[in-house]
Nanobody, 122 residues
Framework: QVQLVESGGGLVQAGGSLRLSCAAS????????LAWFRQAPGKEREFVAA????????NYADSVEGRFTISRDNAKNTVYLQMNSVKPEDTAVYYC???????????????WGQGTQVTVSS
């Protein structure tokens, strides 16, 4: 079992940067692919980025490709989301998730954090 705790959210101006972290408990961290999803008010939860168990493979939503970078540090049991050139439409609650493979559907992930709010002002 994995417990996930996100941090790093906050208020940022459009064009700025923010780095989210997700710390995991449990010795099986390396066994899981990890992902970031986000959910804006009134919208469905959507895929943002995912990374393989080794960290060598990544996948991004078209809307964040080239602006966001997902990475992981297996020694620290932590996954990161570096957000650059943020836009007001990036405003959402951001969740990290753990699953068995790098996929884009939220139903394929077994463990979720509680979320961290990111607000981008114009």
């Amino acid at each position: 079992q994995v417990q996930l705790v996100e941090s790093g959210g906050g208020l940022v101006q459009a064009g700025g940067s923010l780095r989210l972290s997700c710390a995991a408990s449990g010795r099986t961290f390396r066994s899981y692919a990890l992902a970031w999803f986000r959910q804006a008010p009134g919208k469905e939860r959507e895929f943002v980025a995912a990374i393989t168990r080794s960290g060598y493979g990544t996948n991004y939503a078209d809307s964040v490709e080239g602006r966001f970078t997902i990475s992981r540090d297996n020694a620290k049991n932590t996954v990161y989301l570096q957000m650059n050139s943020v836009k007001p439409e990036d405003t959402a609650v951001y969740y990290c998730a753990a699953g068995l493979s790098v996929v884009t559907g939220p139903n394929d992930y077994d463990y979720w954090g509680q979320g961290t709010q990111v607000t981008v002002s114009s």
